[in-house]
């Protein structure tokens, strides 16, 4: 794959950011999915020998400026990649080099992957059922993969002791709901990913809190077409917290103003409103929430209303209103922010019935495929994304563009 554009610029780097947790529902790092550079179509490195130097050496950089670096991150590798050095392109003491198919033949990659886990890194191997003929593979783990979605939990608990001479931490895969993550967790993992975060914990059909009621209203007045913006400003700083938040992300370094901003005022007027009013929707998400993952939820809110409206800005000939389709992406999580059903929660948000019924994923509304392909996006579920598309006779490359561009719309919010 050619990763460099006509003025031998570096492609940007586009991944699916897959977001794994502790059995206490932390964070505890992500494994990051490759899409092309190009646009004809997705991709996934597990089936494709596409990762270059370049494309990694890019990552580097990009995990540097988004990412804490606290967290792990676990990327997979074919042979030829591995072979080829290119995971030393990522920092050392937070990657994790995944191995997705030690198939018989691929023996050289001993010698080099505990090199590499001499030199800092961890080295995790997706567990088959012919686990004995790749002892080697899995006695270098660190962590062994098992993708869950289809096994019951006695045949979980038989991999996890199976697993267990080995040494390694267990991470679930495809764990899609809290169901799925009590299961796998008594099983013995210690680590999970898919879904299942995106599901609230418990839910709650009290009312809704009078605090979060007036994040609603806030809401509302910054949906009018003509808002006052005198009196917006006067809202906007009498609640401290949004104010000290609006003022630090517009000194902050990603705008680069050379002048330190000290009024609500002037801070409105320098950001426009357009920009203000997409920050302010997040900003309001962020404080509402009563999820622990409530950063990576709004992550995943703000990335997929901005995904949604260029999609809509790119595809006119639908007649969906842009704007509109950035609220229903931002607020399609809400039922898991707030852990009370959409049902109940529709009732607060300043949209159209038929926004509410795709919240509340009404069948044959026009607007859930929308909602679906995003969450395909996120995912990783790259086969169903492109059968989406196709469905829906998408641009691919412009669908693609819009999920990049999204990525880094969202990784500057900084709320």
């Known amino acids: 794959m050619d990763n460099r554009t006509s003025d031998n610029q570096l492609a940007p780097v586009t991944f699916a950011r897959l977001p794994i947790f ?63 050095n290119l995971p030393y392109a990522l920092p050392p003491g937070r990657t994790v080099v995944k191995i997705t198919d030690p198939a018989v033949g691929s023996d050289s990659l001993i010698p080099v992957l505990a090199e590499l886990k001499a030199d800092g890194y961890q080295v995790a191997v997706s567990w088959i059922k012919d686990y004995e003929s790749r002892r080697p593979f899995f006695d270098l783990a660190d962590m062994i993969c098992l ?151 709004v992550f995943l809110s703000a990335q997929r209303g901005k995904f949604l409206e260029q999609v809509g800005m790119d595809h006119d000939f639908w007649g969906f209103e842009p704007d509109s389709l950035f609220l229903l992406g931002m607020f399609s999580l809400l039922e898991a922010l707030l852990n009370r059903p959409m049902a109940e929660i529709v009732k607060y948000l300043p949209l159209t019935d038929k926004l509410k019924g795709a919240l509340c994923m009404e069948e044959n509304n026009e607007y859930v495929p929308m909602l679906k392909l995003a969450r395909y996006f996120e995912e990783a579920k790259f086969d169903r994304s492109d059968a989406m598309v196709n469905q829906l006779s998408l641009d ?18 900084q709320v």
Request: glycine share 4%; charged share 25%.
């Open 22 to 84: 502790d059995t206490k529902r932390r964070l505890w790092g992500y494994e990051l999915v490759y899409m092309s550079a190009g646009g004809e179509r997705t991709i996934c490195s597990k089936t494709d020998d596409v990762i270059t130097a370049d494309l990694m050496s890019g990552t580097s950089l990009a995990l540097e400026q988004r990412m804490d670096k606290d967290k792990k991150i676990m990327v997979s590798f074919s042979r030829g990649n591995i072979l080829d």
């Open 147 to 297: 993708n869950t979605s289809t096994m019951m939990q006695p045949d979980l608990t038989e991999a996890c002791r199976k697993a267990a001479p080995h040494d390694s931490i267990m991470l679930a895969d495809r764990v899609d709901n809290q169901t799925g993550f009590d299961i796998c967790s008594k099983a013995g993992f210690s680590l999970f990913e898919g879904s299942f975060f995106k599901q609230p914990e418990t839910m709650s059909v009290k009312e809704v809190l009078s605090g979060t009621v007036a994040k609603f209203r806030l809401m509302e007045a910054i949906e009018q077409k003509d808002p006052d913006f005198s009196e917006l400003a006067a809202t906007i700083q009498a609640d401290v917290t949004i104010s000290f938040r609006l003022l630090s992300y517009l000194n902050s370094a990603s705008f680069g103003f050379r002048r330190k901003f000290d009024s609500i005022k002037d801070a409105i007027t320098m950001l426009g409103w357009n920009n203000l009013r997409n920050w302010l929707r997040v900003v309001l998400l962020s404080q509402m929430s009563e999820s622990p993952h409530a950063s990576e939820l």
């Open 396 to 413: 691919t490359a412009k669908v693609n563009q819009a999920y990049r561009a999204s990525i880094e719309w969202a990784n500057k919010l």
